[in-house]
């Protein structure tokens, strides 16, 4: 498991790639789950952990960004 300090100090780009092997992971996981191969129940709720953790940084970022952009058109008026 990934703490979110450490997906903090990743580029943008870097994020979307992890969040591309992630859901691949994931979607690995429910195959094998599904086809009775699976022995590490846990690691399904580690990765879907991961995803969310990936998500929400990248939702800060844009956030970060749409506000100062609203604060430099509000200001230039």
Same mark, same amino acid.
């Given at each position: 498991?990934?703490?979110?300090?450490?997906?903090?100090? #990743?580029?943008?780009?870097? #994020?979307? &790639?992890?969040?591309? /092997?992630?859901?691949?992971?994931?979607?690995?996981?429910?195959?094998?789950?599904?086809? @009775?191969?699976? /022995?590490?129940?846990? !690691?399904?709720?580690?990765?879907? !952990? /991961?995803?969310? !953790?990936?998500? &929400?940084?990248?939702?800060? !970022?844009?956030?970060?960004?749409?506000?100062?952009?609203?604060?430099?058109? @509000? @200001?230039?008026?």
């Amino acid at each position: 498991m990934t703490k979110i300090a450490e997906f903090i100090e #990743l580029e943008s780009t870097e #994020l979307v &790639t992890k969040l591309a /092997d992630a859901r691949r992971e994931l979607f690995n996981l429910r195959f094998q789950l599904a086809t @009775g191969q699976l /022995d590490n129940t846990a !690691r399904m709720r580690e990765v879907k !952990r /991961d995803v969310a !953790r990936i998500l &929400t940084t990248l939702r800060a !970022r844009e956030i970060e960004v749409a506000e100062a952009l609203a604060a430099s058109e @509000g @200001g230039a008026q």
